[in-house]
T-cell receptor, first 110, second 115 residues
Framework: DAKTTQPTSMDCAEGRAANLPCNHS???????VYWYRQIHSQGPQYIIH???NNETNEMASLIITEDRKSSTLILPHATLRDTAVYYC???????????FGKGTRLSVIA | DTGVSQDPRHKITKRGQNVTFRCDPI?????LYWYRQTLGQGPEFLTY????????KSRLLSDRFSAERPKGSFSTLEIQRTEQGDSAMYLC?????????????FGSGTRLTVV
């Protein structure tokens, strides 16, 4: 599976959009981009995934560049409860062992 | 369905003792995964099952570790002769093979402290 690079930490004001970047320049054509988050003392939570088209669900939007070498997770109106570590993972399937990096620690500030 | 359940939530044990953790996955999920997470790190893959078959084991899973999933339902992870380096959060997750592009559902984990 391709490796991903994420910033170590980010801050976001409450109510503003949080944009979390991820680089995956070695991604293969059949690999998906997955995003998970982990709130303190809980297990990771699936957020969203995509192959090449932009995706949106009730939690977030995922924007994947045309060359698929990077992506951005967007939380449109961040709340204090969105404070967590966000993991970007590249994998052929969400049903095989996923490789987690250190992720981005997002702090939403009132 | 209440999601993935792990028991116990916390375990403190003395070095050299054996410990066993249990994971109950979502009932219709046929894949079950074990991960370990230490402070400041992302979860590290240990092993996973499809039904009762153990399909893959990480090199992190030393001989002191054993995992089972009898009858393809709940799973147990046993650590023999615990060491202080085994102190970590042990996470279990499940997924459905029939939904191959969707993600896992994780439990809340078992935090092990070896003293």
């Amino acid at each position: 599976d391709a490796k991903t690079t994420q910033p170590t930490s980010m801050d976001c004001a409450e109510g503003r959009a949080a944009n979390l970047p991820c680089n995956h320049s070695t991604i293969s054509g059949n690999e998906y981009v997955y995003w998970y988050r982990q709130i303190h003392s809980q297990g990771p939570q699936y957020i969203i995934h995509g192959l090449k088209n932009n995706e949106t669900n009730e939690m977030a939007s995922l924007i994947i560049t045309e060359d698929r070498k990077s992506s951005t997770l967007i939380l449109p109106h961040a709340t204090l409860r969105d404070t967590a570590v966000y993991y970007c993972i590249v994998s052929r399937s969400g049903n095989t062992p996923l490789v987690f990096g250190k992720g981005t620690r997002l702090s939403v500030i009132a | 369905d209440t999601g993935v359940s792990q028991d116990p939530r916390h375990k403190i044990t003395k070095r050299g003792q054996n410990v066993t953790f249990r994971c109950d996955p979502i009932s219709e999920h046929n894949r079950l995964y074990w991960y370990r997470q230490t402070l400041g790190q992302g979860p590290e893959f240990l092993t996973y099952f499809q039904n009762e078959a153990q399909l893959e084991k990480s090199r992190l899973l030393s001989d002191r570790f054993s995992a089972e999933r009898p009858k393809g339902s709940f799973s147990t992870l046993e650590i023999q002769r615990t060491e202080q380096g085994d102190s970590a959060m042990y996470l279990c997750a499940s997924s459905s093979q029939g939904q191959a592009t969707y993600g896992y559902t994780f439990g809340s984990g078992t935090r092990l402290t070896v003293v």
